[in-house]
């Protein structure tokens, strides 16, 4: 299958995804074409490096590979500490182009340390899940969490250039992939009915890992990306549609100290508590809803959310970063392939509505 090419455009920079099975082949080449500098430096986690280090840096040369932890609870500034001072060590300067082999965690991290070290410089993300290739690597939102809230503190810094190769899934544990796909079933609910259908269709061959079944559902959800940061890269109206399912998803993972929930699982949480209220606002009819939780229940099971209080859920997204003017802006769904954003859900709406997928009042 021919490589896709994607291109972004926003205001602070232009830059292009390639998708495509067997990519890291040409890893360095893609890097060169982007204008990347020779100098040159990986950070990975040691998972991530376990499995395609010895491959990757055969194809590319760097002054210094960095393995930093991985997982949301290692997502602090603690953790980007780490790469500072291994960038300061090396002798780094501003010719350094930072290169972020991993998943969304790492993708943010990196990404957050070449957005501020030496107050900027270049960034290269090559994403190693799904949830990586299919949203966090592109738009350039980087950043670290805070014990109150999710991605807190942050930053907007594009890459230079995204390689993304589905080969590298099939080392992906079944949960981890599993999270990613949440996401793309966020791009079918929000842009593209058939997106969703063709998930719905092809579930079999996609957790196959087949790259045939990956590549276009990979490309449709970040073509659906590129289209809307390139219109609102600093999220003033129209990238909210991206937040969809993740006002509650974020709360939810910030209530259990990011230890209980893989990010996507938060999100297909959160997707079904807003499909609620929407259904009980009469904008969402209640067969699609059913249509989007039988969706969300062939991925597998998600963790139990059943000793969670909705009210200490609701208190959490009232510290989101989303918040403005004391109002919170919410994506609701008119229709597979369609949302509306609405800043008037009351606290009795949300609470409802999580009640509704299993949680303690």
Known sequence: MKPIQIDVSSDSRAYQVHIGEGLLDNLGVLLDAAGASKNRFLVSSPTVWKSHGQFIEKTITSNQVTLIPDGERSKTTLTVGKVYEALIQASADRTATIVAIGGGVIGDMVGFAAATFLRGVQLVQVPTTLLAQVDSSIGGKVGVNHTLGKNLIGAFHSPIVVVA?????????????RAG?????????????????RVERELSDIFDRSPLALVPII???????AEVVSKDEREKGLRRTLNFG????????????????????????????VSDIAVRRGIFSASERKSLAALIGQLGPLPSLRDLSAKVVVDA??????????KLHVVLPTRIGETTTVTDVSQQEFI?????????S
């Open 352 to 360: 409802r509505s999580l009640k509704s997928i299993g949680m303690l």
């Open 219 to 225: 490309a449709a959800s970040c073509r659906i990306k």
């Open 181 to 197: 796909l949440y996401e793309v079933i966020k791009y079918g609910m929000i842009a593209d009915r058939g997106l969703f259908d």
């Open 317 to 326: 997204m009232r510290r989101d970063k989303k918040m403005l003017h004391g």
């Open 165 to 177: 190769d589905p080969l590298v899934l099939k080392t992906l544990p079944r949960r981890e992939f």
């Open 246 to 273: 993740h006002t509650a998803g974020h709360a939810i993972e910030a209530i259990t100290k990011y230890r209980r929930f893989r990010h996507g699982e938060a999100i297909g949480y959160g997707m079904l508590a």
